[in-house]
């Protein structure tokens, strides 16, 4: 089952922990209502969310900037953790997906 996030207005999410000493590839989807206009970015970070302060991870895109409402990507290699980062949400409802691949 994957991991939900939901945003409803303009603002980060919370950080999903992912585990990036045995999985091998992660997948991520971004969905948007079909109402409403929004503006995001998936953002992952190399640290252990839970060994580093979160004043401490450094966060880069893994997506650019975009405003359609569905989208699907893979990262291959390891990834610490993950967040959505909307920058602008109006009567719009976001939802990140996130599923780990152990194995191939």
């Given amino acids: 089952m994957p991991v939900l996030v939901?945003?409803?207005?303009?603002?980060?999410?919370?950080?999903?922990?992912?585990?990036?000493?045995?999985?091998?590839?992660?997948s991520f989807a971004v969905t948007g209502s079909s109402s409403g206009?929004?503006?995001?970015?998936?953002e992952g970070a190399?640290?252990?969310?839970?060994?580093?302060?979160?004043?401490?991870v450094v966060w880069f895109a893994?997506?650019?900037?975009t405003t359609t409402n569905s989208?699907?990507?893979?990262?291959?290699?390891p990834l610490g953790g993950i967040r959505?980062?909307?920058s602008a949400v109006s009567s719009a409802v976001l939802t990140l997906?996130?599923?780990?691949?152990?194995g191939w």
Avoid: E, H
């Fill in 37 to 42: 206009t929004f503006t995001y970015t998936v």
């Fill in 6 to 26: 939901t945003l409803s207005s303009s603002s980060i999410s919370r950080a999903v922990n992912l585990d990036y000493m045995a999985a091998k590839y992660t």
């Fill in 97 to 102: 997906r996130i599923i780990q691949g152990i």
């Fill in 84 to 86: 959505l980062n909307a």
């Fill in 62 to 65: 893994l997506s650019s900037a």
């Fill in 71 to 77: 989208s699907i990507n893979l990262f291959k290699g």
């Fill in 46 to 56: 190399l640290d252990d969310l839970q060994q580093v302060s979160s004043a401490n």
